[in-house]
């Protein structure tokens, strides 16, 4: 699927993925050529059908979105109660037609790490629940599963819209540079930057 055709789509679903972001996910899962493509925070699709319209244009064999959420929100989605989002995800994915893309992990994010071996993953996008232990727990955790010169994308780390946790993460990243990642760029309030060869 070409981008203008998830986009008009993927615009309409609920979400807080912007437009450039939603495009940069596109690309990354199409180009991808290091591994299986991994989401941590599914919500209802958006981000997930990007990735997915991606990888059916990918042409090294990763073909497949792996969507890992326990699909009962963050605490921010929390505040009016319980909320269970799997079968809104599931309805966007169909309306997509993407469902042969997304293989859905309904799991906490740290176990279903467990599920991978090491330097298997080819993009991670790290977007689940933003308090600073979250994040750092959920890049610690998948950090040894992503393979050398892999991608790995932060949500809400600014430079728009950034949230404290997320961005927390990201400069303890940058302090560490340059022995863990490399290659760092930003799109809204995405980064992306791929793991070192050798640390
Ligand atoms: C900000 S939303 C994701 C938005 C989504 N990427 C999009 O584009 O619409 C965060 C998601 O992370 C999930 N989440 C939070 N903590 C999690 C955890 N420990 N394990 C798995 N999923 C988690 C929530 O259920 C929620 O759906």
Known sequence: MMFDEVDAIARTFEGALRVAEGKALYHLARTNDKGFVVEIGSWKGKSTTYLAAGVQENKHGYTC???????????????????????????????????????????NSVDASQIFDANEIGLLFI??????????????AWWPKVAPNGVIVLHDVGPVGGLPGPKRV?????TRQPTRVKDITFVDGMSIMKKKDKE
Do not use: C, W
Request: proline share 5%; aromatic share 6%; net charge negative.
């Open 127 to 140: 977007d689940g629940d933003h308090k600073y232990e979250s994040v750092r727990s959920d890049l610690d």
């Open 170 to 174: 990201l400069i303890e990243e940058l």
């Open 65 to 107: 979105v792996n969507a890992v959420d326990h699909f009962h929100g963050s605490p921010e989605h929390q505040k009016n109660g319980p909320v269970f989002t799997l079968p809104d995800f599931k309805a966007n994915i169909s309306t997509a037609g993407l469902s042969e893309e997304v293989d859905i992990l309904v799991m």
